[in-house]
C-alpha cells in the first residue's frame, strides 16, 4: 500500500512557475513508477509526465515537454513536478500516481493521490 499526498498547488500568472511535490508513504517507494497526471473542468484525465524507479528514465506529454521536468528523490520517497511558462490551459488538479509498470495510461497506475489545484490566470 503506497499513500501519496500532493503539495505546491496554487494561483499562478501566465508566465510563472510553480513545484509540485508528491511526497509517499512506505518503505517502498523505488519500487514504483511515478506519473504526473491533470484534469481539467470538463475534460478527461491526462497524462503530464512519469519518471522511471530510479529516475533514468522519464516521458512527457507534447504540451509540457521543454517546460514541466519531472524528478524524484527516493531518499525522501517524493516525486517533483516543476511547472514553468505556465499558461492558463495548464489550470487543472494535478494528481501524482504510482504504478508497479513504466506506463503513461492512468488505468495502470495503482495508487493516486488526491490531487493539486494549479489555477493559471492571463
Known amino acids: 500500500q503506497v499513500q501519496l499526498v500532493e503539495s505546491g498547488g496554487g494561483l499562478v500568472q501566465a508566465g510563472g512557475s510553480l513545484r509540485l511535490s508528491c511526497a509517499a508513504s512506505g518503505r517502498t517507494f523505488s519500487s514504483y513508477y511515478m506519473g504526473w497526471f491533470r484534469q481539467a473542468p470538463g475534460k478527461e484525465r491526462e497524462f503530464v509526465a512519469a519518471?522511471?524507479?530510479?529516475?533514468?528514465?522519464?516521458y512527457y506529454a507534447d504540451s509540457v515537454k521543454g517546460r514541466f521536468p519531472i524528478s524524484r528523490d527516493n531518499a525522501k520517497n517524493t516525486v517533483y513536478l516543476q511547472m514553468n511558462s505556465l499558461k492558463p490551459e495548464d489550470t487543472a488538479v494535478y494528481f501524482c500516481a504510482a504504478s508497479t509498470s513504466r506506463t503513461v495510461v492512468a488505468g495502470e497506475y495503482d495508487y493516486w493521490g488526491q490531487g493539486t489545484q494549479v489555477t493559471v490566470s492571463s
Open positions: 519518471i522511471s524507479r530510479s529516475g533514468s528514465w522519464t
